[in-house]
């Protein structure tokens, strides 16, 4: 049954329905408080850049997009959502995202894969060009590396953005 059908029938919301405009919020730099409720406490957050751990950090490195870029959102997208088991979740978000930096557009395809868990995020990823992220099991040297490197970045961006504090409004 198509989602819109299911939903019309008077059928349940997808986890992938709650989520999706929260995720939509912090791509697009607006993010409130509250659009991080959707994330479990122990969530981690991975792209190329950064590797947080814990929804304060998963928030200095969302609040932080504002300060980076005049502007960013998600222009495109796809989603797939699949039970892996009861309350288990994957959600694939095949999408486009677009950045405007120093006055020049940025286009990036990406690939978001949400893990959920009794509808909460414990697992969030962001696939730039939609090429795995490196780590020390796909390449041990190198995947090291990149570890401490995007740890290091997440520190300096936690520390700078207030160490995962609300902004004030």
Known sequence: MEKDAMKGAGLSKTVSDIILPRILNLYASRATPQDFEIYAPHATFEDPLMQAQGVKEIKSAFYSLAKVFRES????????????????????????????????????VSLIKLYTEDGKIVRHEDWWDKKPLSNKETSPFVGRINEFRKRASMFVTHAFMGFGKDPVV
Request: glycine share 6%; charged share 30%; aromatic share 12%.
């Open 73 to 108: 959102k998600i222009v495109d997208y796809n989603i797939e959502e699949n039970v892996i088991s009861p309350g288990h979740t994957e959600i694939l978000i095949d999408n486009k995202q677009y950045y405007k930096f120093c006055g020049k557009d940025i286009n990036v």
